[in-house]
């Protein structure tokens, strides 16, 4: 009986081993082909030792607020990026946000500033309209929006965005479309 369960476990093993393909053979091409932790990823240097890392920060943008270029979106209702520079501006906290002096809808026209979307007068867990009230939650701008820095791609972009509206380059609509295509039952 001991031999029978023996070789029934030996059967067992070579029949795991057929199935999920694993062989001697199969195990030195996987080994030659494995790459060390080095070599994956961009940066190429050991992930266990920061000592000799030195990250490459950029230049942000200088131009005033308002003597700027307004950025393209990466794709459609994606946080804009901020064009301009954010000296005196920052720390951003809930009772003092500079960013809010020009983006508000009321002021951004005339300012040539881009207005808040209406989703940021929106609880969006309780689906209220604030009445013009900012979200409580949205007064960290930063938590979204970055300033845009000229630094070298370490891997070609090749994305693509596909707007469905020329508009849609340059501002958001994500209220209005957010329940597109969803019907109640």
Known sequence: MKEFC???WIAV???GILVFGISPVHADEKKQKAKSEEELGIRKETLYDESKVVPHHGEYGREKPGESKRIERAFENSPPLIPHDLTGMLPIAETNNSCLNCHMPEHAKS???TA???SHFVDMDTGHDLKGKLDGKRYNCMQCHVPQVNIPEPIKNTFKAEYRTKKSKTSSDLLDSLNEGVTAE
């Open 111 to 113: 300012l040539g500033a």
């Open 6 to 8: 023996r070789k029934g």
């Open 116 to 118: 808040l979307p209406k």
């Open 13 to 15: 093993g070579i029949a």
